[in-house]
Each structure stands twice: as C-alpha cells, then as structure tokens.
C-alpha cells in the first residue's frame, strides 16, 4: 500500500521482515511440536530457538540465487547453526510455512480490524441516537418522498455493520487456521498430530483437509466479508456527498481553517474525504474476483495464486483499516444543518403529505384509491407548478372537503407522525 493510505501498524504485518518473522514462528513451533513428540532432541531445539534470527538482507541475496523464498529462509537459519541444523525445515513442504505464516499475519491484522469497526459502531449509534428525532425529507429516486428521521439513517448503517461484524467475525476462523499437512496435504511425511500442536502452539484454528495449500475459498469468503463492509463504507460516504450538494446542503465534512478546496475557486469546500472513501472502496471491492478465481488452483496446487495475494491481500486489509479509521473521524465531526433540513422539508408546497392524505380519505371516505389518488396528484402538481401550497389547496377544495374537514387537513400536515414507531425499530437493531 502507498503511503497516503498506510495504516503503519497493520501494513507492518505484512512487511518481508515480518514475513519471514512469521516463517520463523512457524518452524519455531514445528520444532516444539516435534519435540513433544520425541522426534527432535530438546537440546537440538533450544539451540535452534536461542541462535537463529531472521536476516532479511541475507534472505533476500539467497533468493537471487535459489530463486525460491523459502529455501533462501531456510538456508539463511542453517547458515546460523551447527549439526542441528538437520531439524530445519524437517519434513515440511514450503506451503506448510508460507500458509501458516499468512494465517498469522491477517489475524494480527484482524484485531486491529475488529477494534476499528466497533469503534465506528459506537460512533453510527452516537449519531443515531442524537439524531432519533430529527426531521429529514426522505428522497426515493433522489426525489423527495416523506419526511423521516435522521437517526434511522445511522440506525440502518449501525444494523448493516452489525451483519458485517458478524460475517467478519465468522469468516475470520476461516483465514486463522494453520496448515502442516505436508507435499500434498495426505500427512504421508508428518506426523498426524503435528498439525494440531502446532495450531494451538500459535493460537490457530486447523483445517478438516488440505491439500499442498489451504483452500482458497477460505480467502475467497474472507475476501467478500471485507469486500461488504467497503460498500457499506461507500454507501455511508455517498450519502454523506449527496447530502453535501450545495442545492442541499444540509450535512457537511468539517472543514478546517486553514484547509482549501480548489486551486481555483476559493469558495470551495468539498467532502474529499467522502469521495476518497469512495474510491478505495472501489479497490477492495474490485479484488473479489480475484480471491475467487484463486480457488480453483490445478490439481493438488499451483502458484498461480501466490503472486496476486501478495498484492491484494495486504493492500485490501490495510485499506480496510485506513478506511473504517477514516470514515470514523468524518462522522465523529460531521456538521449537520437541522435549521436546513425543515427548510428542505417545507421547499416542496407540502406535496409529500400527498399520501397521507389520500390514505387517510381512503380509511374514512367512500371513495376508491384509483380517483381519490388521481384527484390529489393533480392538486399536488398545480402546487408544485403554482408554487402554492398543498395544504391551501386542499382547505379550499369542496370535493376534499365533502370528506375530510379542515382541522383533520392540518393535523395531517404535521411531520411528527412520523415518528411513532422508530423507538420500537431501534429497540428492534438494538440501540
């Protein structure tokens, strides 16, 4: 990942020294488990665990020539060491490393992920909670429809990142599980037992059956559990520049004094962070397909898949923790124009009562929905067109007056019915 969106402390995951820090966990905790076993002399590991460090400079040369990351680890512990150095490496294939490393990796990672995105829950219900009984139009098609609260916008995003959490959490156990089944998975060169001593040794779970590599469903499902909680992202910041537009204007990104927003026109105040947020969650959605494609390797394995997740899969859960810390700080100190959101509310001539007055005149007249919705739409569009206000036209029309008196009009022109239920629907998300 470039700078400009690094999370140091989650991208130092998945740095080369760390990499190979991990492979030497891994062989670190083979060792043990061998030695449990009888197999490795106690003496013979603890020379190795108390004398070998990862040298990545001397890895790195080793590679030039071996052409092969792992036998350049590898040979980079045994140069390091004495006759013990038979144990290195015994009876493991590269992947038995490699997997078990990566597993390793995404779950430091993903304790970081999973405090950030609590955080934000915390920060979508401060919001939904402040905003409970707040009017706002609400738009369909980007129109205006009926009036709604603020707070169930917060309170729809608290609800899908709760679905996220829970995906993410489930797809996790997926992802931090070791793999110590040897050349093609069978156990043929390893003892049966190795792998579960070794998966408890480093805190991961193991797979029911694999061959030279992990399934790459595991990532593929991982992968979309990362890829939603990016659109949910992109979909909190769209609204958030929807809801920006100067026509409306009713939220803004706070803007600080000494910030510009065009080289050009100094007036300019725009929701960069919105947008950005956008656009690199364009780039972790772009990557499912290829932790998909990734499944299908030839036979027991091919490497086909080892050069793309070098890229992807770092930059996606980098990005992930860049973006949920992001967004977190726009919301946090999102500016919100209640005084704007009545005005917009008022802007239409009180067109979007429309359906509660015909509903109402529906329960209480003897008249079908086809003319009574008729009727009413040809006096809400003259009140758009003549600028003149729905209410008006309705207290002066004898037809609607035939069934509805003048003090039901106004009482149904009165945006607080909308708030009758939403105690119950945020007790039902669970705020």
């Known amino acids: 990942m470039i700078d400009r969106y690094n999370v140091n402390e989650v991208s130092e995951y998945f740095s080369l020294e760390s990499r190979y820090n991990n492979f030497l966990l891994v062989e670190l905790a083979v060792l043990k488990a061998y030695t449990r076993l009888g197999v490795v002399p106690e003496k013979d590991y603890l020379k190795i665990k108390n004398n070998v460090k990862v040298d990545v400079d001397r890895i790195n040369y080793l590679e030039t020539l071996t052409k092969h990351d792992v036998i350049a680890f590898t040979r980079s512990l045994s140069e390091q060491l004495g006759d013990e150095k038979r144990w290195i490496h015994y009876n493991l294939t590269s992947t038995d490393v490699v997997d078990t490393a990566l597993s390793l990796c995404i779950k430091k990672a993903n304790d970081y992920i999973s405090r950030s995105l609590n955080e934000l829950k915390s920060t979508l219900i401060k ?30 995003y608290v609800d899908e990142l709760n679905r996220d959490i829970e995906r993410f ?80 204007n009713e939220v803004n990104e706070y803007f600080d004094k000494n910030q510009k927003g065009s080289s050009a026109m100094p007036h300019k105040r725009n929701p960069i962070s919105s947008e950005n947020i956008c656009g690199l969650a364009r780039i972790v959605e772009s990557s499912y ?15 086909s898949h080892s050069s793309n997740e070098r890229i992807y899969l770092p930059d996606d859960i980098d990005l992930i923790a860049y973006l949920s810390k992001r967004l977190n700080n726009v919301i946090s100190n999102l500016i919100v124009h209640e005084d704007k959101m009545l005005q917009d509310i008022n802007s239409t001539y009180g067109v979007i009562y429309s359906g509660r007055v015909m509903n109402y005149i529906i329960d209480n007249a003897n008249i079908s929905r086809e003319e009574i919705y008729d009727y009413i739409q040809k006096l809400a569009f003259k009140a758009m067109e003549e600028k003149v206000n729905l209410k008006e036209l309705l207290l002066n029309d004898k037809f609607i007056l035939s069934m509805i008196n003048k003090d039901e009009i106004n009482e149904l022109f009165d945006y607080k019915y909308v708030f009758k239920n939403v105690d119950k629907i945020y007790k039902k998300v669970g705020i």
Do not use: C
């Open 127 to 156: 919001k939904a909670i402040q905003y409970k009984f707040t009017p706002i139009i609400g738009r369909t098609h980007g129109i205006h429809g009926e009036v709604t609260s603020f707070g169930l916008k917060w309170a729809l």
């Open 169 to 248: 959490n489930n797809e996790r156990k997926n992802v931090e599980v070791a793999k110590i089944s040897g050349t093609v998975g069978n156990f043929s060169n390893v003892p049966y037992e190795l792998e579960e001593l070794v998966a408890d040794d480093l805190g991961l779970y193991r797979a029911n059956i694999s061959t030279q590599v992990l399934s790459r469903d595991r990532l593929a499902g991982y992968v979309a559990s990362l890829t939603l909680i990016a659109s949910l992202f992109e979909k909190i910041a769209t609204e958030i520049r929807l809801l920006s537009q100067t026509e409306i």
């Open 289 to 303: 397909m290829i932790a998909l494609e990734n499944n299908n390797l030839w036979h027991e394995r091919d490497i």
